[in-house]
């Protein structure tokens, strides 16, 4: 079974290098992914990821939801697989070329991740942006149409909400899924819609758990580490469980 403590990527979402190594050192050994978001890569560049591999062996993903054009999202995977980071993401709603191009460059096992419906989006969000009603009549019908795409491009993985990770699990066992939008029994979802707790997410059949406020804003971030693995275990623990014949 994988250690629950590797399942919880934390987003270093702040824009200075110090404060950003300062999460590092405090939750190295709390956490398995260390998630470089807009806000650093912007404000630090490809000299942050440097920095975080001087101090720590976890996974680095780079998460800068690539939406352009083949070409320049061919370029960016290109200069990206050189920084020695794990994942990057490319959204999907860039087309199935994009991702393909991305998947073609992609070396020192640089694994490319589909974005594929943003969890702070709803359907009446959707339907605003366009979006042909029957198409989002669940929001589920559209990431699976992405995860198809994803599939298609030979991608590695895919981000969703764990309201659709099971059905993307079962039509492509082939996927790590990395969902975002999880909180704690309880808490306020800020400005999360499709939101679960790491149980929940977990026994769905998430992969990675992308876990930021509810670690970086509590009394004790370490403690919450450690009770989000212990959560995370349980789930675990509960899927391998064999079911009792009726």
Aim: charged fraction near 30%.
């Amino acid at each position: 079974m994988m250690n629950p403590k590797d399942k919880i990527v934390f987003p270093l979402d702040v824009d200075r290098m110090d404060e950003a190594l300062r999460w590092v050192d405090r939750l190295k050994d709390l956490v398995g992914v260390f998630k470089v978001g807009f806000e650093l890569y912007t404000s630090c560049g490809p000299k942050v990821i440097e920095e975080i591999k001087k101090r720590s062996d976890n996974k680095i993903f780079l998460d800068l939801k690539l939406n352009d054009i083949p070409n320049t999202v061919l370029r960016t995977v290109r200069v990206a697989s050189n920084l020695g980071v794990n994942w990057i993401t490319v959204h999907a709603l860039s087309g199935l070329e994009s991702l393909r191009s991305a998947v073609s460059v992609a070396y020192n096992d640089l694994r490319i991740v589909a974005v594929t419906v943003l969890t702070s989006l709803e359907r009446a969000d959707l339907m605003e942006l366009g979006f042909n009603a029957e198409l989002v009549r669940e929001v589920k019908d559209l990431v699976l149409r992405l995860a198809r795409l994803a599939y298609q491009a030979g991608c590695d993985g895919i981000v969703c909400s764990a309201k659709e990770v099971s059905k993307v699990k079962e039509l492509y066992p082939e996927f790590f899924t990395v969902v975002p939008g999880i909180r704690l029994e309880g808490a306020k979802k800020d400005d999360q819609v499709r939101v679960v707790t790491p149980y929940e997410a977990v026994l769905a059949g998430a992969d990675y758990l992308v876990i930021g406020r509810p670690i970086r804003e509590s009394f004790s971030p370490e403690k919450t580490c450690r009770e989000i693995a212990e959560e995370i275990e349980k789930a675990l623990l509960h899927k391998e469980t064999p079911k009792e014949p009726v």
